[in-house]
């Protein structure tokens, strides 16, 4: 029995056929075929039924797969030791980042590991907060920079870029730009213009919202867009204060009873199971942003 075999199985197993696996192995179909052949004769059992369009592992094949992908594991976490003791990096890291957020301080931390480890690969992905934290509490992603609000995510490290009020946006003919504060109750039949649900600005208006009924008119993934369409004359608009700076025509008015707040953290789990990879990309993103703030208990 050999490694390669293994390999070839799990790949045909997870591919659905013998086609896409030996594209994933970098091996012939021929190869392929015959070195599962060569296992199951080994074994004396046949490990997948091919009677189907799509390749699927008999119950002898299925009783195998968790031991050949352990052995496959082990094999990766040794080199990964080894590397990792040596001074050389392999792998992957998954990073996500808020929708729409511009972060050149961020940029640059990736940008510093990539130059110290050149051999690991990143991948990049957008999307909402809520989704966000959620894919770094699963593993699916190793770092993530998403907007929260309330105490701080359980389980996590988190470094804070920003923590700040929310406000609301209006064009300066407004009744409201003459205002200190505005209590969000006086928001009731307003019609109002919102990041969407899933980011973290609005995950904190919504709380603030509680026994509010408010009328969310326009939902925008950029807070650009939210502040254009104010500037347009669709409704009021909500984002955190530093958004509005910058944009004629409109001005921030602050919220009340009380103000809520929105931060804009990085998160990781920093435990045994995130790579080498992910922990040298944590320490990267702390000593270019700062000291991480530790996991809440």
Known sequence: MELRQLEYLVAVVEEGGFTRASERVHISQSGVSAQIRQLERELGQPLLDRSARAVRPTAAGAAVLPFARAALDAVTGVRQVVDELAGLLRGRVQVGVVTGCALPEFSAALAAFHRAHPHVDLS?????????????????????????????????????????????????????ADRDAVPVAELAGRPLVCLPRGAGVRAAFDAACASTEVHVALEASSPVVVVDLVVQGLGVGVVSESMVAGHPGVCAVALADPPPRSRLEVLWRDDAAASPAARALAGTVREHLGPAQGAAS
């Open 124 to 176: 990049l992905v957008e999307q909402g907060s809520q989704d966000l934290v959620q894919a770094v509490r699963s593993g699916q992603l190793d770092l993530a920079v998403a907007g929260v609000h309330g105490p701080p995510e359980e389980g996590l490290e988190r470094l804070v870029l920003v923590d700040e009020r929310l406000v609301l946006v209006v064009p300066v003919s407004s009744e409201l």
